[in-house]
């Protein structure tokens, strides 16, 4: 691989004018299909197979109008009693009448007929029924509903529209633009050239803008949920900078070495556009692989994604080769832009010189890293104490990662001051927080006279199940053979308690047998997921551990190597979900990433990290590692590898992982608290990799193990196939292509 992409890389420089024609081609066509064919994106989180979601298929075939979304208007009174006066009551009358007219609405139900009126006439509850679902409704529609109660807000009325119909994307703004400027500094001072920086940021652009002007086109024919397009932004931006700052890192080494622009690009692609390309199939396959766990919006979340990051690695091999030969020698600080070539001449633009580095070349390579080398002699000579110190301070960080308790986002946890918060807020502090978790049961018999015969038992039951505050009359389809009742919970839809009412209800209608009795309602699916991803999570970090073991065992050519990466991979898993669940659930520290209101995580987020962090940790594990592997195979002992691989790699990855982090990063400051909380385990999780595992525990594990890090036994080193990540068939490649001295 590593003599294909040699190749690649030079004829990409070669070439550059029709590579980077051909990028900009695919980034306007790209861009102009994403305004044409540009679909909406869906909020809701639909599970196959689950009860509530066959209840709600059920619905949207036997009862239609009972099917779409739901809306409720929460009125608050100037004073206590005022709903009971006849002016009180011609106010909320107009609300409903004002509602009930909406474009897209089948109806509003008066309060004062459902008995949706606090014992203190001062709040009441307006519900509004949909002809659609939530992602249906328009926008137009739904800032129609959001405006009702105009003329009762200007006599001193609180009018909250809530409700399942409020959501739409989350909105992208200059925060994230704060993670990209951070990274862009970053690069300035990494290579010390603002040609370099620049050039690398906006090869990142290209590629992150032609991946989501392709996913966005695709829009229109895939369902993608609202978080898909920031998760694959997120990661697009935060890879294609990292890709492109290592093939830079090593084009730069190597015109210090003192080849020419077009030969440090070959061998810069042939070696580091190894790692690029593996360590890209690696995120890719880990999100792809979401697909096993068999829930569409995750899959869908995933491969938008994998798409990305699949574009970032392509653009990385191809255009930033093409960049590279356009700045010449001034990817260089200006200091080190004339430099002695291999035969003692001075090396420029033309030279083609294409052999070895010449042994001088370390003195200077370690000089411009002489941070990384100091460090990896320090974490060698007390490699124990710091393996201990290691995993005790990721084993406490790791402590409440037990605690986890997962759910979808609501209302409860939305940003203050947003029109579902206020809602949800009015709603609780006039009727309790169960108003805000119903839950919905449909009884479906063969006949009328058989659903008619079980909806009284059902309506006993349910009555009598423990945390259960009250059970609304049953709606009754105009066929007779569907009802629906309307549960209201004691508790909030994200408690504890309600989660145990579900299964109670569930096990108490089990007994009816004339009528199939279903339990649905927002808060029920948002159950159903979040156990179905928890039952999830162990297949799918068992299949990642194992995935990564296999990859890496067929880059190193070694047995310990890949089960050290594992081990620290769930050392980086395990400490990253204590410290979220400690900021997003427990509230510690939770002003510091503004956040309003702790509650559980989302419930996709612990297997989304999971797939994204072992991507990003094998990233590091790659770009560290395998030139480690490439001074050993060249002949240096165990440990002087080692020290070499952090010494010539720990300045990139730093910068790697400070821009991955400053990009993540960007995204806290979102008011979402869904991509707030991606963005901050994210960032926290490389952090713990990047500087904790790979730069700190991995080497000083490396040191203690020695040659026998690179042990493999001799069957299975025939059985496996040679990627050739290290460059040593490139080496022989550039070894055959040298002229014999006469």
């Known amino acids: 691989m590593a003599t294909l992409l040699y190749r690649l890389g030079r004829g990409a420089l070669r070439r550059r004018r029709l590579v980077v024609a051909l990028w900009l081609v695919v980034l306007v066509a790209a861009g102009l299909a994403a305004a044409t064919l540009r679909g909406p994106t869906a909020s809701n989180f639909t599970m196959p197979g689950t009860e509530s979601q066959r209840a709600l298929d059920l619905l949207a075939d036997q009862f239609p109008a009972a099917s779409g979304a739901t809306g409720t208007i929460t009125v608050k009174a100037p004073a206590d009693g005022q709903l009971a006066t006849p002016q009180g009551q011609a106010v909320v009358q107009e609300l409903v009448q004002q509602a009930s007219t909406l474009p897209g609405v089948v109806g509003a139900v008066n309060p004062f007929q459902v008995g949706a009126v606090t014992p203190n006439g001062r709040y009441a509850l307006v519900q509004v029924q949909f002809a659609t679902g939530g992602d249906d409704v328009t926008d137009a529609q739904r800032t129609a509903y959001e405006q009702v109660g105009a003329a009762a807000k200007a006599q001193g009325w609180q009018v909250a529209p809530g409700g399942e119909v409020l959501g ?327 408690d504890e308690a309600t989660e145990t009412l579900v299964h109670d209800i569930r096990s108490s209608v089990s007994v009816i047998r004339d009528a199939d009795v279903l339990l649905t309602g927002v808060t029920a699916i948002g159950i159903d997921v979040s156990e179905k991803l928890s039952d999830a999570l162990p297949i799918y970090l068992l299949l990642v551990v194992g995935l990564s073991v296999l990859l890496l065992m067929l880059v190193f050519r070694s047995l310990l190597v890949p089960i050290k990466a594992a081990l620290g991979f769930l050392l980086t898993v395990a400490a990253t979900f204590g410290i979220t669940v400690a900021v997003f659930q427990q509230g510690h520290l939770a002003d510091l990433v503004g956040l309003d209101t702790p509650g559980p995580l989302i419930s996709f987020l612990p297997i989304l990290l999971i797939g994204i962090l072992f991507g990003l940790a094998m990233d590091y594990e790659v770009f560290l590692v395998s030139r480690m592997r490439e001074d050993f195979v060249h002949g240096e002992s165990a440990r002087q590898a080692t020290i070499s691989g952090m010494g010539h790699g720990a300045r990139v990855v730093t910068a790697a992982a400070l821009i991955m982090m400053s990009v993540f990063g960007g995204f806290v400051f979102l008011e979402d608290p869904v991509i707030k909380s991606m963005g901050f385990a994210l960032a926290i999780g490389v952090a713990i990799d990047a500087f904790v595992v790979r730069m700190t525990i991995v080497p000083a594990v490396m040191s203690l193990l020695g040659d026998r890090a690179w042990w493999l036994p001799r069957w299975l080193n025939r059985a496996l196939p040679n990627v050739d990540i290290e460059g040593e068939g490139l080496r022989t490649h550039l070894e055959d292509k040298t002229p014999t001295p006469v």
């Open 168 to 494: 739409g994307e989350p909105e992208i703004g200059s925060t994230e633009a704060l993670g990209v400027l951070v990274a862009a500094i970053v690069l300035i001072i990494t290579f010390g050239s603002l040609v370099a920086a620049g050039m690398t940021m906006l090869n990142a652009l290209i590629g992150v803008g032609a991946g989501m002007a392709g996913l966005f086109a695709l829009s229109g024919v895939v369902q993608l949920t609202s978080t898909a397009p920031i998760l694959a932004l997120m990661l697009g931006l935060a890879v294609g900078i990292d890709y492109s700052l290592f093939i830079t890192s090593r084009h730069r080494q190597n015109l210090l070495d003192g080849l020419s622009p077009e030969e440090a690009v070959g061998r810069a692609v042939g070696t580091a556009g190894s790692a690029v390309v593996f360590a890209g199939a690696t995120v890719v396959i880990a999100l792809a692989g979401l697909a096993v766990v068999d829930i569409p919006f995750l899959t869908v979340m995933g491969l938008a994604a994998a798409g990305t990051v699949t574009v970032a690695v392509l653009v990385a091999i191809t255009l930033q080769p093409a960049l590279l030969g356009f700045a010449g020698r001034r990817v260089l600080p200006r200091r080190l832009r004339t430099v002695t070539a291999t035969d003692g001449t001075v090396a420029d633009e033309d030279d083609t010189d294409i052999t070895d580095r010449p042994a001088a070349a370390t003195t200077t390579t370690e000089d411009t890293n002489r941070f990384g080398f100091r460090w990896a002699r320090l974490i060698t000579r007390f490699r124990v104490p710091v393996i201990l110190v290691g995993l005790l301070g990721l084993g406490l960080l790791a402590l409440p990662t037990p605690d986890m308790r997962l759910a979808l986002p609501g209302a409860a946890t939305a940003a203050v001051g947003s029109p579902a918060r206020v809602a949800n807020d009015l709603t609780v502090e006039g009727f309790g927080a169960g108003f805000t978790g119903r839950l919905a049961v449909v009884v479906a018999g063969d006949t009328p006279a058989a659903t008619s015969a079980a909806v009284p038992q059902v309506t006993a039951l349910l009555q009598r199940t423990e945390n259960v505050l009250a059970v609304a009359p049953a709606q009754l389809s105009p066929d007779g053979r569907t009802a629906l009742l309307g549960v209201v919970p004691k508790t909030g839809p994200t």
